[in-house]
């Protein structure tokens, strides 16, 4: 299968010498195709998922729960994002993220879940060809600058030298921060107490004494 990506690749880039100048169209068009080839045949282990997600838990009591909060992300290699007495999110290793939500929904009710797995595999990998293709045109341009005779030369590389560095570094902290919510999953957690009425659940007879209590007072008791 490698073989035969690399097959259909090296022939786009034989066709693209040969042919006559392309335009920026053709050049999308041409990495578009090369992209398509290498998704369609990449295994399953190179795709790039980002997942989340929300729960909300419901206790009898509330109570300071931040040092929870911490405890549990340090449990699953991640950390506090941001917290406070009732509420936090935090990044765990998207490798435990499945346990670290099946700890948070033992702390009492689970009144509310939410998942989320985005697949970013195909933005990641345009991104990185992009990089990849900016680092080469510096290489390029820096060569040109040593070949650079005179001022005008010298001055039109290096503005568009620095239009690539600055390409460079937007690309590369797209990557990293890909990387990073790839290989830390995020969960927002919030704890909440129950209603008075969740709390002490009314019997059969319990409903009829309230119901008197509720007509006597209807009946007697003007507001």
Known sequence: ?????????????????????MTSNDIAVEKAQV??????????????????????ITV???????????????KYDGYVLSSNLHSATVRVASNQFDATVEEVAKWGDVHY????????????YNTKIRLDNAMKSRERYLQLLQQAKNVTDILA????????????????????????LISYSTLSITMQEKFEGEKSQLGPLGYVVYGVYAGIRWLFIWD
């Open 35 to 56: 992209q398509r080839i290498v998704q369609k045949n990449a295994p399953k282990s190179t795709r790039k998922i980002i997942r989340s997600g929300q729960i909300s």
């Open 1 to 21: 299968m490698k073989k035969i990506i690399f097959v259909l690749v090296i022939s786009i880039v034989i066709l693209g010498c040969s042919a006559p100048k």
């Open 60 to 74: 009898e009591t509330l109570r300071d729960m931040t040092d929870d909060f911490q405890i549990l992300a340090e």
């Open 157 to 180: 590389v290096e503005k568009e030298l620095e239009r690539l560095n600055t390409t460079i570094e937007l690309l590369q902290g797209q990557l990293s921060k890909k990387d990073h």
């Open 113 to 124: 879940k939410n998942i989320n797995s985005e697949d970013v595999s195909e933005a990641y």
